[in-house]
């Protein structure tokens, strides 16, 4: 055993985003990896003209479009991005407008895997002020092989605050909709 933890010796070591993942590959070929503490990725993008609506205000489809984007590029932060594919938007919900100019952070976090699928989690803010929450939601993505059909990822993530739990607990809820 490695490092202390429940798996074989690895054949495989490499990092992925600051985590040491341990692969040993099986008769099966069933993949498996350390389990990962929860990592929050921080995207930006400025609003420009081509973005609003007729109303002068942020679309909500290009919002939609980053907001699936930022939740991609988390998931690709832990996973190969070529085999990574968008199951489901869910509850996005847009609280205040957006105006011209505006300069928005998305931040994400994986908060729930299953075998083939994780769930990522983003919330929106303005970059000078955190604290007013434009819009969050969940998106979940399959893992899947070069034919497209889904595979399992190995990805196990153990939160570590309340707040975690509860993001893990919500998405898992979702899932069984």
Same mark, same amino acid.
């Given at each position: 055993?490695?490092? @202390?933890?429940?798996?074989p010796e690895p054949l495989l070591i490499y990092? #992925?985003?600051?985590?040491?993942?341990?692969?040993?590959? $099986?008769?099966?070929?069933?993949?498996?990896?350390?389990?990962?503490?929860?990592?929050?990725?921080?995207?930006?993008?400025?609003?420009?003209?081509?973005?609003?609506?007729?109303? @002068?205000?942020?679309?909500?489809? *290009?919002?939609?479009?980053?907001? #699936?984007? $930022?939740?991609?590029?988390?998931?690709?932060?832990?996973?190969?991005?070529?085999?990574?594919?968008?199951?489901?938007?869910?509850?996005?919900?847009?609280? &205040?407008? #957006? *105006?011209?100019?505006?300069?928005?952070?998305?931040?994400? !976090?994986?908060?729930?895997?299953?075998?083939?699928?994780?769930?990522?989690?983003?919330?929106?803010?303005? !970059? *000078?002020? &955190?604290?007013?929450?434009?819009?969050?939601?969940? /998106?979940?993505?399959?893992? /899947?092989?070069?034919? @497209?059909?889904?595979?399992?990822?190995?990805?196990?993530?153990?939160?570590?605050?309340?707040?975690?739990?509860?993001? !893990?607990?919500? $998405?898992?809820?979702?899932?069984? *909709?």
């Amino acid at each position: 055993m490695k490092g @202390g933890n429940n798996f074989p010796e690895p054949l495989l070591i490499y990092k #992925v985003c600051d985590y040491e993942i341990f692969c040993t590959f $099986a008769a099966d070929l069933k993949i498996q990896y350390s389990k990962m503490e929860v990592k929050k990725i921080t995207t930006y993008k400025m609003v420009k003209s081509e973005d609003l609506n007729h109303h @002068g205000t942020l679309f909500a489809g *290009r919002c939609s479009e980053w907001f #699936v984007e $930022a939740s991609f590029i988390c998931a690709a932060a832990s996973l190969d991005p070529h085999h990574i594919v968008c199951l489901k938007v869910h509850g996005l919900e847009f609280l &205040h407008s #957006v *105006r011209l100019g505006n300069i928005l952070s998305f931040e994400s !976090q994986i908060v729930h895997t299953g075998t083939k699928s994780l769930t990522i989690y983003t919330s929106v803010s303005e !970059q *000078r002020n &955190h604290d007013k929450e434009l819009l969050d939601g969940f /998106v979940t993505f399959c893992y /899947v092989d070069a034919n @497209g059909k889904s595979q399992a990822h190995g990805l196990v993530i153990e939160p570590k605050t309340e707040r975690e739990a509860d993001l !893990q607990q919500q $998405a898992a809820n979702l899932l069984k *909709r």
